[in-house]
């Protein structure tokens, strides 16, 4: 590393930027060997490039030959569908292998929705996949080469133990060029509101990242996996030098799952709601530092009101790491994993306790029964469900939301062209409240004049007729 430090310094000298005497001023040194001045990662990428691969991925989509193809209403009155054609639709990612049987992790938005996945290795070999387990929240899938072959694995680092300043390397296949190194630095820890998704807690770099290196590896000067390179800010589609990973930690959690066969990825359930600490409220409730999560609704009989949290305290800490957000929160709770406990740093009007939280997984309070409707009603097509706690952290909402939720539905469906969304909650119809899709499934097979539907999106109540 000082050699390396040494041979930054004498760059900046050579350009004239500071002199050698400021240079010894700062403890910086010129190259003072041959050696010194051949230094280069290549050794660390020849150890460590083969255990990235291309990740291909197939999807098959249905388009219709006709104009008036996929207009639900169109179909109901000639009462027929129209003739469709099968269209291939292909996209291109980075994945790193982690264990030497060929499990490789990725992102989910490199394999969702694909009917066939093949990776490619740095020495042009193609394998056929199998997934795993994949999570749209956390943006994770686990891969699994079908192969009795042994490959070689990268090491999975400790990512809580990176530094803004660190010297990392990324490795991917931006653009479909071919495997591609770029060398940068930790820019920034825990960031958020990065993605769509609910998870937000990313390394930040500038080492370059484009299309195609999603799924990549983001690696320490050890050659370890620190982060698995997901996203980046750009206007015009290229690298900027602000890319983000996820944590290795994270990757790790996510990785067991897979390996203990989980069907879904599940994480503690605190039954509680959040917000960021904003100045005002440090300010008003007494606090050093614009930092921690701000319970601001605990669920009755939940872990966190179990544990003796209320609304309006806030959490500073988890084990006695700072909490910079909710987002960091959830991070601390997923990576420390279900079945074990946590000690929270509570604040409350400048008051420091400790709150021991047993974690835990989402109850489901009540089974989801989910079916899908069909008939002529507005809600054809729509996969509904009973909503429990475990189903909605799964669907991004509030903690104690209840009822019937529409879980999926098909896009040409009836109840998509009409404008209904995943997680609307479905209140009413006619008036009459729905309080389970077993009621739900009734309404829908009914005849009436008129649909004058009620549903609750996010947090508004919004009311149609249809006909």
Not at 75 to 84: A, L
Not at 102 to 121: P, R
Not at 364 to 378: F, H, I, K, M, N
Request: net charge negative; with cysteine.
């Amino acid at each position: 590393m000082q050699s390396l430090l040494r041979l930054v310094t004498a760059s900046v000298v050579a350009v004239g930027l500071i002199t050698p005497g400021m240079a010894l001023a700062q403890d910086r040194t010129v190259p003072d060997s041959r050696q010194e001045m051949q230094l280069s990662f290549s050794p660390l990428v020849k150890q460590t490039h083969g255990s990235v691969v291309n990740v291909y991925a197939e999807r098959k989509v249905q388009r219709s030959a006709s104009p008036f193809g996929g207009d639900p209403f169109f179909e109901q009155f000639f009462g027929q569908q129209f003739p469709t054609r099968t269209q291939k639709q292909e996209s291109l990612g980075s994945g790193v292998i982690v264990e030497a049987n060929g499990t490789i992790v990725t992102n989910n938005h490199v394999v969702e929705g694909a009917d066939d996945i093949k990776v490619a290795l740095s020495d042009g070999r193609e394998f056929p996949c199998k997934v795993l387990l994949k999570d749209k929240s956390v943006d994770l899938a686990v891969l699994k080469i079908e192969t009795d072959e042994r490959f070689q694995p990268i090491k999975l680092g400790n990512s809580d133990s990176a530094e803004v300043g660190d010297l990392v390397l990324a490795i991917g296949n931006p653009f479909g060029v071919g495997q591609t190194v770029t060398s940068g630095i930790v820019s920034g820890l825990a960031r958020n509101q990065i993605t769509d998704g609910d998870f937000g807690f990313f390394i930040q770099t500038d080492a370059s990242i484009n299309p195609g290196n999603s799924g990549g590896a983001l690696m320490n000067m050890k050659g370890e996996l620190i982060g698995l390179n997901t996203a980046i800010f750009s206007r015009g589609g290229g690298s900027n030098g602000v890319g983000f990973a996820i944590p290795a930690n994270l990757v790790k959690v996510f990785l067991a799952a897979a390996e203990n066969g989980d069907k879904s990825f599940e994480r503690p359930y605190v039954g509680a709601s959040f917000d960021p600490v904003t100045s005002d409220v440090a300010e008003a409730l007494g606090l050093e530092h614009v930092l921690g999560a701000l319970v601001v609704k605990v669920v009755p009989g939940g872990p966190a009101d179990k544990a003796g949290l209320k609304s309006g305290e806030v959490i500073t800490a988890v084990d006695g790491v700072t909490v910079e957000h909710p987002d960091a929160l959830a991070y601390r709770l997923t990576t420390t994993g279900i079945g074990k406990s946590v000690d929270l740093t509570v604040m409350d009007n400048g008051r420091k306790t400790s709150v021991e939280l047993p974690l835990a997984g989402a109850p489901e309070t009540v089974p989801a029964d989910a079916r899908t409707l069909s008939g002529r009603s507005p809600f054809a097509g729509a996969k509904v469900a009973n909503l429990s706690p475990k189903l909605a952290i799964a669907m991004r909402l509030p903690v104690d939301s209840t009822g019937v939720v529409i879980e999926d539905f098909d896009d040409n469906s009836t109840a998509a062209q009409l404008g209904f969304a995943k997680g609307d909650i479905i209140l009413s119809v006619n008036g009459q409240d729905v309080g389970s899709t077993k009621d739900m499934a009734a309404i829908a097979a009914s005849s009436p004049r008129y649909w004058r539907v009620a549903v609750s999106r996010g947090g508004q109540v919004i009311q149609q007729i249809f006909r």
